[in-house]
């Protein structure tokens, strides 16, 4: 909810909703095209409920989804009704129980929530101003850099050809 005091914003909304907030967050990071800043929205806000002891961390699972190895674990955060998979610390390793493969079961529940706002309301969870958050992306972007090499490539003006004669020096 919106009250418009004074010309300032300001979002009233109670734990329950930052738990929705960051769910709607993590579905949206799945399918987007650059899900860099809604991880590390996710990451930020589940670390502080974590800190804040409004969040629990329940233990480790194997990845579905592994990167590079074939396998990878995942902590398993539990925040009221809520199931949540952050990366893990080398901490977790020592401390959480392995849980073994994720079980299918159980459902997250159904959340109805615009991005715009989820963000809006973790953004002011976190302190931060939208502006002001950014995420470090690497300085190389892959998509140019493979048109640059595809354009040296194909549309350099010295070509090659093979002498129908050897060349011989008189």
Not at 30 to 59: C, D, F, N, R, W
Not at 154 to 170: A, E, H, L, V
């Amino acid at each position: 909810m919106y009250n418009r005091d004074a010309n300032q914003q300001q979002i009233n909304y109670n734990t329950y909703d930052i738990y929705q907030a960051v769910f709607i967050v993590n579905r949206h990071a799945k399918t987007a095209l650059e899900p860099a800043e809604l991880y590390s929205l996710k990451k930020q806000t589940l670390s502080k409920l974590i800190h804040e002891g409004m969040a629990k961390k329940v233990g480790l699972h194997f990845s579905n989804n592994p990167r590079v190895s074939k396998q990878q674990s995942d902590v398993l955060v539990k925040c009221e009704d809520f199931f949540f998979h952050i990366p893990p610390t080398k901490e977790d390793f020592q401390q959480l129980p392995h849980l073994g493969f994720l079980e299918n079961s159980h459902r997250n529940p159904k959340v109805i929530m615009s991005l715009s706002y989820a963000k809006k309301i973790i953004y002011h969870y976190l302190g931060i101003s939208e502006k002001s958050f950014k995420v470090q992306k690497s300085t190389i972007n892959k998509k140019n850099t493979n048109k640059s090499l595809y354009n040296s490539y194909f549309n350099s003006k010295s070509t090659f050809t093979f002498p129908s004669d050897p060349i011989r020096k008189k």
